[in-house]
């Protein structure tokens, strides 16, 4: 089953900081997160695996709550090269990768 | 430079015709995989290969083969029988299942005239 990602969109100001949520109905092993760009292939921002761990580089971060089965990714002080739509993947104990929807970023200066 | 060529980048193709895309990495990856995806939507899986001369099919393969004779190649073809065949075609490796990062493509861009 595909995971829920929330919200669909959101537009930001430059500076300002953004959650975009990832919840699964079936435990998790593990969790991707991708940024594309319009017409571009997607990009690997990190990936979590079960254990409750979170992960971070610059100003982009994640966290995995095992127990919820969620994700949560967090963009702070956004600039305007974080615009873009966000996916995450979700892996279960079969290890088959399925993706969410996606969550449109818009950031504006 | 180690990653995934998809060729071309542009197809544009009849109705009733047969096509192929192309998809050739060089990462050393044993799982392949092919998305589609449709304007605003997320990744949908066709297919996907865990290893030579193996593969599985994915959420919605009906209309479309795949091949996968080499460990570094795996051809997409679009068939007649693929009544919607226009949208995003995106390949991806990994080294593993599950939990291993998929690289990406930079994807075909299919259109059904």
């Known amino acids: 089953q595909q995971p829920v990602q929330s919200p669909q969109a959101v537009i930001l100001r430059e500076g300002e900081d953004a959650v975009i949520n990832c919840s699964s109905s079936k435990a998790l092993y593990s969790v991707h997160w991708y940024r594309q760009k319009h017409g571009e292939a997607p990009v690997f921002l990190m990936i979590?695996?079960?254990g409750g761990e979170q992960k971070g580089h610059e100003k982009i971060s994640a966290s995995f709550n095992e127990k919820k089965q969620q994700s949560s990714l967090y963009l702070t002080a956004s600039q305007l090269s974080y615009s873009g739509t966000y996916f995450c993947g979700t892996a279960d104990s079969n290890y088959q990768l399925i993706w969410g929807a996606g969550t449109k970023l818009i950031i504006k200066p | 430079d180690g990653g995934i060529t998809q060729s071309p980048k542009y197809l544009f193709r009849k109705e009733g015709q047969n096509v192929t895309l192309s998809c050739e990495q060089n990462?050393?990856?044993?799982?392949m995989y092919w998305y589609r995806q449709d304007p605003g939507q997320g990744l949908r899986l066709i297919y996907y290969?865990?290893?030579?001369?193996?593969?599985q099919k994915g959420d919605i393969a009906e209309g479309y083969s795949v091949s996968r004779e080499k460990k570094e190649s795996f051809p997409l073809t679009v068939t007649s029988a693929q009544k919607n065949p226009t949208a995003f075609y995106l390949c991806?490796?990994?080294?593993?299942?599950?939990?291993?990062?998929?690289?990406f493509g930079p994807g075909t861009r299919l259109t059904v005239l």
């Open positions: 290969s865990q290893i030579v001369n193996d593969f």
């Open positions: 979590l695996l079960k």
């Open positions: 991806a490796s990994s080294a593993g299942l599950g939990t291993d990062t998929q690289y």
């Open positions: 990462l050393n990856h044993d799982a």
